[in-house]
C-alpha cells in the first residue's frame, strides 16, 4: 500500500514501514526486513498521430483518471514486457480503435502532476494505418482536430508542448525532426 508514494506496509513481509532520511531525500524503509523502497517515475508513452491534413487524433479522459473530462494524446504505461514502440502501438490501438506506424521519438517529457504521480513519457509521432476510430480503454471520446483550429480542452501541458511543435512542423511543412526508433530488445 502506497500513501504520498511511500510504501506503509512492506511488500516484502508486511512490516509497517517507516520514513528514512537518505542524503536529501526521505524514503520509506521496512525495520522488519530492511527492504527500502525507492520510489521512481512510472514509464510511459504517448503518441502522436498525424493525418495528412494537419490533424491530430485526441481522446478525451474518462471520470475515473486523473484530470477527467479533459482531452489528451493517446498514452498509458509501459508494460514489463514490451518495448516502448510496442506499447505506443497497443496504447492507441486500445484508447483509439485504430492501428498505427510509429515512425520516430519526437521527445521525451516528465511529468510532475498535483495528486503525486511522476511520469517519464516518450512521445512517439505516428501515422494511422486505419481510419474508424472507437473510444476505449478509459478514453469517453476520440476526434481528430485540426492543429491551426481552437483545440480542446488539453489535460497535460506537455501534450500542448508537442501539438504546437507538430504544428510548426505542418504550418512549414517540415518533416518534424524525430529520433529512430528502437524496437528491439538489447540484451
Ligand atoms: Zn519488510
Known amino acids: 500500500m502506497l500513501k504520498n508514494n511511500q510504501a ?3 511488500q516484502r513481509c508486511g ?5 528514512i532520511q537518505d542524503g536529501e ?3 520509506s524503509a521496512c525495520p522488519g526486513c530492511g527492504y527500502i523502497y525507492y520510489m521512481n517515475p512510472y514509464p510511459c508513452v504517448s503518441v502522436l498521430i498525424a493525418g495528412d491534413d494537419g490533424k491530430v487524433l485526441l481522446g478525451r479522459r474518462g471520470t475515473d483518471s486523473i484530470y477527467p473530462l479533459k482531452w ?9 514486457n514490451e518495448t516502448y514502440v510496442e506499447a505506443s502501438i497497443r496504447e492507441t ?3 483509439t480503435g485504430i492501428k ?3 515512425i520516430g521519438i519526437i521527445n521525451v517529457v516528465s511529468n510532475h502532476f498535483a495528486d503525486g504521480v511522476n511520469s517519464i513519457v516518450t512521445v512517439i509521432l505516428a501515422k494511422p494505418v486505419e481510419t474508424e476510430i472507437k473510444a476505449g480503454d478509459d478514453m469517453i471520446e476520440i476526434g481528430w482536430f485540426d492543429v491551426n483550429a481552437e483545440l480542446p480542452d488539453l489535460a497535460f501541458k506537455a501534450d500542448a508542448y508537442i501539438i504546437n ?5 505542418f504550418n512549414n511543412k517540415l518533416k518534424m525532426n524525430c529520433l529512430d526508433l528502437l524496437g528491439n530488445r538489447f540484451q
Not at 511543435?165 to 512542423?169: E, P, V
Open 8 to 10: 506503509i506496509y512492506c
Open 15 to 19: 512490516t509497517i514501514c517507516h520514513e
Open 25 to 27: 531525500l526521505k524514503r
Open 72 to 80: 489528451c494524446l493517446p498514452c498509458g504505461y509501459i508494460e514489463y
Open 93 to 95: 490501438k486500445e484508447e
Open 100 to 102: 498505427v506506424e510509429p
Open 165 to 169: 511543435k507538430y504544428k510548426k512542423s
